[in-house]
């Protein structure tokens, strides 16, 4: 039993939802701090982006509302 909670712990995944609001700095700022397997979840809307996004972290997943509801665009991008 010990051993299945040692290996579950190890798999366990956050979750943490991002607001609209400034998403691009917020969403970089979270994918800069995360250490392990965390799914973040994006907002409804069309995303205009300026700088890359690095995922540096093992075990990341960005997930939006579905398709053609969440837009992440990168034809502004100026760095990356």
Do not use: C, M
């Not at 970089?28 to 409804?44: D, F, K, Q, W, Y």
């Not at 509302?65 to 992440?72: A, F, P």
């Amino acid at each position: 039993i010990l051993f299945f909670f040692l290996f579950a712990s190890a798999w366990a995944r956050d979750t943490i939802e991002l607001s609209s609001v400034d998403l691009e700095k917020n969403l970089n700022a979270h994918l800069e701090s995360l250490r392990g397997p965390t799914t973040l979840v994006l907002p409804a809307g069309r995303f205009y982006f300026q700088n890359e996004l690095l995922i540096d972290a093992p075990g990341v997943t960005l997930k939006g509302q579905g398709k053609e509801k969440t837009i992440l665009s990168f034809r502004q991008q100026r760095a990356g």
